[in-house]
């Protein structure tokens, strides 16, 4: 006989509610246990959040995201990385994908296994490798020792060592064998994303051409836009079928060249991510970033050696706010590109990314400022907002 369960109606009232349909102003979400139930029926309040400025957004979904809380998701233990987990969704993250570094294939396989019990147990997304397969002219905070081409039975290798979790793969396209790469990981249903790259514009197409439907952190760690060379960038930003990350910290992108990628892509084409390192959410000071020393001032992470820009410690929250208050991006093109369009990109859409019935109760309560007073995940609040609750 089934267990029996009593599960809780919450019914969250008052509040600006953001729906793929638009914004409703006193709007209402009904969860039950850890679904959303429904996102307009007029039932009794049980949580009433009126007169408050409060927003309510779908949970947000990171899916390149190396740690946080002062602990790693590339070379973590388990514990670790639910600290970094923790962090993040105290920020808004209810969905995250673990992002490792380059690191031997040994260290890469021993990791992969690591994350992929705790995607199992539903505590992360998946897995998303970022190296070794990159260019040594676009390594950014990669160790060069330790990059290597992207052969097919070495990415494939990968990939099964992540037991079903690996969802992403960054390549060099350019390199022997990326093209091969992008065309086997389209195969196997795991994102080819072109990232770390030293392509041109033709070399660019042909890898979107072979599958390759991800920019990774567009603009960083790839030549820049030339007017006579448009290089990957105009590639990647003019194809539909890619989808192009975007780092909102204001490090990373000046917020005009944000501003200019995201209206030249349009809204459903954008994936806000953090690319966060251990300092998310935690502070300055020494860090490790894989088998490199990192250090965070002032929130810029630098590597120790040579000063590239070694991931971020920016948070989901952060980079919403920037894009409503700073860039002047709808709030609904805004939930678009840091919730809809990451959970389409990892199939989770009937599931997670928006505020509808039947999907997890995975949702943002967010104040006037934008600031996150509540976090509920599949039902629980992380963050309970204070008040009349
Ligand atoms: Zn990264």
Redesign the pocket.
Known sequence: MAPVTTTQRTVLAGARVVLPSGVVENGRITVDGTRIAANEQAEQATHDLAGRGYTLVPGFVDI???GGGGASFTSGTAEDVLTGVRTHREHGTTTVVA?T?TESLDALGRQAALLSELVEQGDLAGI?Y?GPFISPCRK??HDETLLRDPDPATVRKLVEAGRGAAKMV?LATELPGGIESVRLLADLGVIAAIGHTDAGYEQTAAAIDAGATVA??LFNAMPPLQHREPGPIAALLEDERITVELINDGTHLHPSVLELAFGSAGADRVAFIT?AMDAAGFGDGMYDLGPLKVEVLQGVARLVEGGSIA?STLTLDTAFRRAVTLDGISLTDTVQAISANPARLLGMSDRIGSLEPGKDADLVVLDEEYAVVGVMRRGAWVVRPEGRL
């Open positions: 390149h995201n190396h992002s570094v998303h970022e950014g905070a960054t990774t952190h690319d991931g």
